[in-house]
Nanobody, 121 residues
Framework: QVQVVESGGGLVQAGGSLRLSCTAS????????MGWFRQVPGKQRYLVAT???????FYSEPVKGRFTITRDSAENTVYLHMTSLKPEDSSVYLC???????????????WGEGTLVTVLS
């Protein structure tokens, strides 16, 4: 089992920045892909960014050039550095640690509870 905890959300003005953190504990040796999703109540969960243990990254179009995903393998932590934030970035951001990239993008891995980001216009 893997436990996942996100932090770092909050209120920010449009154009501002935030850094989200996501730390995993437990049987993390099985993990090879990590990612951030976001979800607005009543809407489908949306993939934001991913990173593999090999360092390969992916960004969805709405966040490309503004968000950066990084990982600290020693701390079992994944970060999402968000800049030039827009009101439409407001959402609950959820982190997932998965045993494979396919599992990650299928939503099959281990989820945290999420952290709320609100961007004020």
């Amino acid at each position: 089992q893997v436990q996942v905890v996100e932090s770092g959300g909050g209120l920010v003005q449009a154009g501002g920045s935030l850094r989200l953190s996501c730390t995993a504990s437990g049987s993390i040796s099985s993990i090879s892909a990590m990612g951030w999703f976001r979800q607005v109540p009543g809407k489908q969960r949306y993939l934001v960014a991913t990173i593999t243990t090999g360092g390969r990254t992916f960004y969805s179009e709405p966040v490309k050039g503004r968000f950066t995903i990084t990982r600290d393998s020693a701390e079992n932590t994944v970060y999402l550095h968000m800049t030039s934030l827009k009101p439409e970035d407001s959402s609950v951001y959820l982190c997932n640690f998965a045993p494979s990239y396919v599992a990650l993008t299928s939503g099959m891995g281990y989820w945290g509870e999420g952290t709320l980001v609100t961007v004020l216009s």
